[in-house]
């Protein structure tokens, strides 16, 4: 059974420092004393400056394709298909690049209610999708494009916009929405 300081670990790495209120902090530090010491720690001080500077430090942007094939471009070579998401803030800078499943060298099963469920967890505003096809061929199936359809239908429900669907292949990549299927 997972302790509340696992579990508040496992929230701060997965959605950033930022994410933890300050009783959550209290108990993933472990602080023992009155609340207000623990506002006046070191402890307290540091772990504040931290999230300041990881919302301040300059971001990656994505504002084209090739820039999401870049950032993934560790898919290319794989003897297996990998599915990853691109979450972004409204500016299209990168709040998180999130596996999602690792299949066999024909597919992989996604699971849409985790994707959403992040997407909302980590307040984007956009997602970018993207696989490998370890056989090289960059052409989207008929499953890619009924999945594609299905993450961008469900995702604009809640108001997150389905920016590109990437198919890495070997240092080559297709573009959903350079080809005009988003």
């Keep these: 059974m997972k302790t509340q300081k696992i579990i508040l670990s496992e929230k701060a790495t997965t959605y950033g420092l930022q994410s933890l209120t300050d009783k959550e902090l209290f108990t993933l530090l472990g602080f023992k004393g009155e609340t207000k010491d623990f506002f006046k720690s070191h402890q307290y001080k540091t772990m504040k400056e931290a999230v300041r500077r990881q919302d301040t430090e300059p971001q990656t942007k994505i504002t084209q394709s090739q820039h999401a094939y870049e950032r993934l471009s560790f898919l290319e070579g794989l003897d297996h298909e990998q599915f990853w998401v691109i979450y972004l803030r409204r500016n299209n800078t990168i709040i998180k690049d999130s ?15 985790a994707i959403l469920s992040d997407a909302i967890l980590l307040k984007a505003s956009g997602i970018i999708l993207a696989h490998n096809h370890p056989s090289g061929e960059m052409k989207p199936s008929s499953a890619d494009i009924t999945l594609t359809t299905k993450i961008k239908n469900a995702a604009q429900l809640i108001d997150v916009n389905l920016l590109d669907h990437i198919i890495v292949g070997n240092k080559e990549f297709y573009s959903f929405t350079d080809n005009g299927i988003l």
């Design 99 to 113: 596996f999602i499943s690792k299949g066999d060298i024909s597919g992989t099963v996604v699971n849409i209610k």
